[in-house]
T-cell receptor, first 114, second 116 residues
Framework: DAKTTQPPSMDCAEGRAANLPCNHS???????VYWYRQIHSQGPQYIIH???NNETNEMASLIITEDRKSSTLILPHATLRDTAVYYC???????????????FGKGTKLSVKP | DTGVSQDPRHKITKRGQNVTFRCDPI?????LYWYRQTLGQGPEFLTY????????KSRLLSDRFSAERPKGSFSTLEIQRTEQGDSAMYLC??????????????FGSGTQLSVL
């Protein structure tokens, strides 16, 4: 699976949008972008995923550039409970389903401050 | 609670002892994964099962580690002759895998192992 690059840490003010970038310049056509987060002392939690179109769900929005070499996870109104490590992962998907396991990097530690 | 359950939450053992962890996945999930996580690092893949078949094992999984999922439901991870380097959080995740289906992993809260 393609490697991803994320900043090690970011701060965000409570109530503001948190924009977390991820570079995946070697992504291939059948690789999806996944985002997970890990709150302290808990297991990782799925947030969102996408292939090439922008995606939105109840937790976040995912913006993928047209060339698919980078993406941004947006938490529209960050709260203190969004303080966590956020992982950007790319994973192969084909007709047979997802391939291989999730490969986590070190992620971005997001600190939401009051 | 119908999430992924791991037992115990914490385990302290002496070097050289054997330990066993249990994971109960979400009931309709056919895949089960084990990961290991040390402080400041992301989770590292160890192994995964589809139903009762162990489909992949990481090179991280030494001969002292063994995992089973005998009936395709719960799984156990055993570490024999523990070493201090085995101290870590052991995470279990489950998922539904199907043809063309975009798989999402659901993680448990992990078992924190401390080897003294």
């Amino acid at each position: 699976d393609a490697k991803t690059t994320q900043p090690p840490s970011m701060d965000c003010a409570e109530g503001r949008a948190a924009n977390l970038p991820c570079n995946h310049s070697t992504i291939s056509g059948n690789e999806y972008v996944y985002w997970y987060r890990q709150i302290h002392s808990q297991g990782p939690q799925y947030i969102i995923h996408g292939l090439k179109n922008n995606e939105t769900n109840e937790m976040a929005s995912l913006i993928i550039t047209e060339d698919r070499k980078s993406s941004t996870l947006i938490l529209p109104h960050a709260t203190l409970r969004d303080t966590a490590v956020y992982y950007c992962i790319v994973r192969r998907i084909n007709y047979g389903g997802s391939q291989g396991n999730l490969i986590f990097g070190k992620g971005t530690k997001l600190s939401v401050k009051p | 609670d119908t999430g992924v359950s791991q037992d115990p939450r914490h385990k302290i053992t002496k070097r050289g002892q054997n330990v066993t962890f249990r994971c109960d996945p979400i009931s309709e999930h056919n895949r089960l994964y084990w990961y290991r996580q040390t402080l400041g690092q992301g989770p590292e893949f160890l192994t995964y099962f589809q139903n009762e078949a162990q489909l992949e094992k990481s090179r991280l999984l030494s001969d002292r580690f063994s995992a089973e999922r005998p009936k395709g439901s719960f799984s156990t991870l055993e570490i024999q002759r523990t070493e201090q380097g085995d101290s870590a959080m052991y995470l279990c995740a489950s998922s539904f895998y199907g043809q063309g289906f975009n798989e999402k992993l659901f993680f448990g809260s992990g078992t924190q192992l401390s080897v003294l």
